[in-house]
């Protein structure tokens, strides 16, 4: 059974960085999908950005276009969100999934098969 646990959440300022991960356990994720979501207080759980096995496929929303970067280290069994010029509406807790044996990537949380814990991201003004 796959574990995923997320770091490199924290406060930053408006207009800063952060880089987080997510590293997987428990299974090489060769042909897998992965995707990171985020649940802002209030409201519902969101995509982010999705890449697929290869890194060959890759898909952001639109809030985050140009700004994220989604990135995997299959040798490490890590995949990463970089996230650069950061507004306060980017504040929320930030998940990783993964969406097994595919190809593909999806925007819809409801077919990924396993979630992260989570890890918080606080942008001030």
């Known amino acids: 059974q796959v574990q995923l646990v997320e770091s490199g959440g924290g406060l930053v300022q408006a207009g800063g960085s952060l880089r987080l991960s997510c590293a997987a356990s428990?299974?090489?994720?060769?042909?897998?999908?992965m995707g990171w979501f985020r649940q802002a207080p209030g409201k519902e759980r969101e995509f982010v950005a999705a890449?697929?096995?290869?890194?060959?496929?890759?898909r952001y929303a639109d809030s985050v276009k140009g700004r994220f970067t989604i990135s995997r280290d299959n040798a490490k069994n890590t995949v990463y969100l970089q996230m650069n010029s950061l507004k306060p509406e980017d504040t929320a807790v930030y998940y990783c999934?993964?969406?097994?044996?595919?190809?593909?990537?999806?925007?819809?949380?409801?077919?990924?098969?396993?979630w992260g814990q989570g890890t918080l991201v606080t942008v001030s003004s």
């Open positions: 428990g299974r090489t994720l060769s042909r897998d999908a």
């Open positions: 999934a993964v969406h097994l044996y595919t190809w593909s990537i999806t925007m819809d949380p409801n077919v990924y098969d396993a």
């Open positions: 890449i697929s096995w290869s890194s060959g496929r890759i």
